[in-house]
């Protein structure tokens, strides 16, 4: 009989080791998890992932009856995001995960109403995390609530969807493997039914990829916003790149703690321009984003513009701080 690995839901083979699901054949009976996922489990590393496309994801998911519950983090929000959980037909609910790494000074409330009007969301949104188990009952219970048999989370890569599911098996003693969770991208690599009697349906999913901006930090930290004022002409450095402000601006910026920051006048060569109007934040895919007070003619450098997006601030005018 056909056997799948618990925590990726690939099927588990022994006759390729440089395809997904492998596992050495003395191994076979004794285990549930492929050669991939016990590495990562235990080592936190894995060779390449294969990839499924976004509209495969869509496709499979717009074919199916049942709830859908698209996961993202604060800092992952931006249009490319939003497009994706629009293309989602049917019932669903937006969940933004990992809260614990949000500064305490930030309005949830607030920042849900922002969300929904600047982003025309018309569905509930939900703030969770599961590390501090936070919210994770108020979750399920809103969910069996629904009175669907399934119930499929979805959502970008990282977003928290295994790690969510691992939760829900623990606190309602579903007989269960745990799924394998990661830093890695696509750890997940099929769709995976939990059955069970306890609640409803819960299928996890392959995440959705987004180009991003390789944030080389191993630990994400507590998002502290740090404000700088920027002085006409004044460069930022961030990380790797630089953002010169022709005009003279307040600016915060939402990132992990340890991103590297350096505020200067300095001469280098800019690519790409970009004009952006009063108060926004420009989103940068996988690192977060700036809120920049005053109308600006921006001149960047070392940064793909094709990660960038600008939205309405989230924070409106008092930064959304109690
Ligand atoms: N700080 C924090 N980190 C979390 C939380 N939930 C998950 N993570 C971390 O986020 C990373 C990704 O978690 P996964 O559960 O593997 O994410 P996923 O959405 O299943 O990812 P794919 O399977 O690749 O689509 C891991 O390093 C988790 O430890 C949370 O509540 N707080
Ligand atoms: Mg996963």
Known sequence: MDKYCSGCGKLLQY???????????NKYDDTNYCMRCFKLIHYGSSYNNKEYDNEYILNYINNKFGFKVFLTDL??????????YKKINGNKLLVITKVDLLDKTLNKNKIKIKLKNIYNINEDIIFISTNKEYNIHY?????????????YFLGTTNSGKSSLINKIIELYDIKRDNLTVSNKKNTTLEFININNKELFNIIDSPGFIIKDYNLNIKYKNIIKPITFNMKKDEVINIDKFYIKFKEQSSITIYTYENSYIKKYYKDIEFKDSLEVSNNIDLCING????????KNNLLISNLDINLISTRKSIFGDNDGQN
């Open 15 to 25: 006759d390729n080791k440089d395809i997904e699901g492998y596992i050495p054949f």
């Open 75 to 84: 800092l992952n929000i931006n249009n490319y995001v939003i497009d994706l």
């Open 139 to 151: 979750l399920v219970n809103y969910l069996k609530n629904k009175k669907e048999n399934n119930i």
């Open 287 to 294: 690192f977060g984003f700036i809120n920049i007070k005053s």
